[in-house]
């Protein structure tokens, strides 16, 4: 229950962030972006896990890596897929089933 609280907390203040409501708005960002680096954390480990799980792991995770490196702004939808993760649990889904 904790880590759905925690999401439902984080796109709380997700929105507060960006409606204009002067000093709760800026306050709202301020604690959205330590909660967007834990669920960039969760999506980058999911997305290392399914890279790895290729037939091109030995190129694929590295390439990743360099990828996050050149373009941050990749954090953002990697911060979503981590924040999905709490409530669809993608990390116990099966790639071998095809």
């Avoid at 480990?45 to 995770?61: D, K, S």
Wanted: aromatic fraction near 8%; hydrophobic fraction near 60%.
């Amino acid at each position: 229950k904790a880590p759905l609280r925690m999401s439902l907390l984080f796109l709380v203040l997700l929105v507060l962030s960006t409606v204009e409501l002067g000093k709760v708005s800026e306050i709202a960002l301020n604690a959205t972006a330590p909660t967007a680096l834990l669920y960039s954390f969760a999506g980058i480990a999911i997305a290392h896990t399914y890279l790895a799980a290729t037939n091109m792991a030995n190129m694929a995770v590295p390439m990743f890596y360099i990828t996050l490196l050149l373009m941050p702004r990749l954090l953002l939808p990697i911060a979503l897929v981590g924040l999905l993760d709490t409530w669809l649990d993608i990390r116990k889904l099966n790639l071998n089933k095809t």
